[in-house]
């Protein structure tokens, strides 16, 4: 999806010259010159969306997202995706999107100066499918190839778009949930979870109720728990900087099988009006589980003095997460920075973006190294662009 953003960088990268924020709108005019312009095609696949994308870095300092295309392997109300045809999906439309993003953003693949790809974490098959198109490109196109980490992707993506300068992150998707800071070329990890997801919580629970998985489990979650008006209890397990989300999802499930809960939501001819509804169980659960993440990410805040969090990852698209956090950032004076569907949501661009930063420090990944894993945690990576 095309756009034009720039930002400050402290090295040889470029910037952004809009800022925009699910909460509000700002304006940046930072910017840093290069001595020629670069592009990248990123490739996604860590769960269930293939997503491809081109990004431009412009001598001016200015970025432009050139194209920014995903496909979304959608499975019946119930169900969630498994590796194997999670993978097969991808296979599948890989080529088709990859020719899309490039007519869209109106380049040949002989332009670019890299491909990038999704090294992990994520979902094993799906990676190997993703790292085995971008080889065959590397391969055949003769182009650097720059596996990326996934989180690390989100964050530099959401800085961009945004325009936070030095925020405390909080990262929340399917498969990750995390506090993260910088700090000496480094996101340290501040706090995570102990268990599931914030995201694989709302997926499960939202299975457990068969709501419908298009868009997304998460996204019908926010909109049922939207008519709740009830507030059960959960259990609430911040421990230290860390959260554990497993119990909660197994105490929520349990209120499904209570004599009052109402699988359709309606009171029957003998029910009083203390019945629990679907909307009234994602209500409770998105409050309680929302609220212990704005507490670690307050405690982060506190630490090291910052005024700024970003929300990263598919579940920061949620509104009322958005919210929450925005009434605890006003309290310290602060304000918070999120992203729409476009970024939020696992996509190409994001990579194309960490990875471009990357090769333009120098970075690139042999082919013999071109392996992606399961296991690829934010602090792992030498953040090089960065001061």
């Known amino acids: 999806m095309p756009g034009q953003m720039r930002r400050k960088n402290p090295l040889p990268t470029p910037g952004q010259v809009r800022v925009l924020k699910s909460l509000s709108i700002h304006s940046l005019t930072l910017s840093s010159s290069t001595e020629r312009p670069y592009l990248a095609l990123g490739l996604e696949g860590s769960a269930n969306k293939f997503g491809a994308g081109v990004i431009k870095h412009t001598e001016d300092g200015s970025t432009s997202v050139l194209s920014n295309i995903r496909h979304t392997y959608i499975t019946p109300p119930g169900q969630g995706f498994q590796p194997r045809d999670t993978a097969l999906h991808h296979r599948e439309w890989a080529l088709k999107i990859i020719k899309q993003c490039l007519v869209q953003a109106d380049v040949s693949i002989h332009d670019l100066d890299c491909i990038c790809y999704t090294k992990g974490p994520g979902m094993g098959a799906p990676l190997q499918s993703v790292a085995l198109v971008a080889r065959t490109l590397s391969l055949m196109f003769d182009k650097p190839l720059v596996g990326v980490n996934h989180c690390v992707g989100h964050i530099e993506m959401g800085r961009e778009i945004t325009g936070a300068q030095n925020p405390v992150v909080l990262y929340v998707s399917g498969g990750n949930t995390q506090v993260i800071a910088y700090s000496r070329q480094c996101y340290r990890i501040f706090g995570e979870t102990l268990d599931i ?191």
Request: contains cysteine; glycine residues 8%; proline residues 4%.
């Open 197 to 387: 997801a914030v995201g694989n919580c709302l997926d499960r629970f939202a299975r457990v109720i068969d709501l419908s998985n298009d868009p997304s489990p998460g996204y019908n979650i926010e909109q049922e728990a939207k008519k709740g008006n009830r507030l059960l209890p959960l259990p609430y397990a911040t421990k230290g900087m860390d959260v554990s989300l497993s119990g909660i999802l197994t105490s929520t499930e349990a209120y499904t099988i209570d004599k009052r809960f109402r699988r359709d939501g309606k009171p029957g001819e003998r029910d009083s009006d203390d019945i629990i509804t679907p909307a009234d169980l994602c209500f409770s659960l998105q409050e309680t589980v929302f609220a212990m993440l704005v507490e670690i990410t307050e405690r982060a805040m506190a630490h090291i003095g910052s005024k700024e969090v970003l929300i990263v990852g598919g579940v920061g698209c949620n509104e009322r997460l958005q919210e929450m956090m925005g009434i605890m950032a006003k309290e310290r004076g602060g304000q918070v920075f999120a992203t729409d569907e476009r970024f939020c949501i696992d996509n190409g661009i994001m990579i194309a973006q960490a990875g471009l930063l990357s090769f333009r420090m120098g970075q690139t990944t042999p082919l013999l190294k071109s392996t992606c894993t399961q296991r690829f945690r934010t602090d792992q990576v030498h953040v090089a662009w960065r001061a």
